[in-house]
């Protein structure tokens, strides 16, 4: 998940109709960079934790609002899972993104 909390999915996993093994970690202490992907490096003998979900399915055949409230379900789950394990590791939840500012031409 990205430091906003998003989920990123390849278009073509949910759309494949195999399911989607929802995997989460977290380590602690650790080196975290603020990128958009949240990418955290553990430090050398770090508490590293992970969680393999059960399988998630998506239904090839939705769409448009359906085919988001289920990704968004996948989300709220892999969240959940995320935190529980940061938790675990005492890691500090990351803070929210400042937004831009808007760019005056």
């Not at 399911?19 to 989460?24: F, K, L, Q, V």
């Not at 998506?58 to 989300?75: H, K, S």
């Amino acid at each position: 998940r990205g430091t906003d909390g998003s989920l990123t999915l390849d278009f073509v996993a949910p759309r494949s109709g195999l399911p989607i093994i929802p995997t989460t970690f977290a380590a602690a202490p650790c080196l975290r960079l603020r990128t958009w992907a949240g990418t955290v490096i553990p430090y050398p003998f770090a508490r590293f934790i992970t969680k393999f979900g059960e399988p998630f399915f998506v239904d090839p055949a939705l769409e448009g609002d359906a085919f988001e409230r289920r990704l968004q379900e996948l989300e709220a789950v892999m969240n959940h899972d995320a935190d529980e394990l940061d938790a675990l590791v005492r890691m500090p939840p990351i803070p929210p993104r400042r937004p831009k500012p808007a760019r005056v031409d």
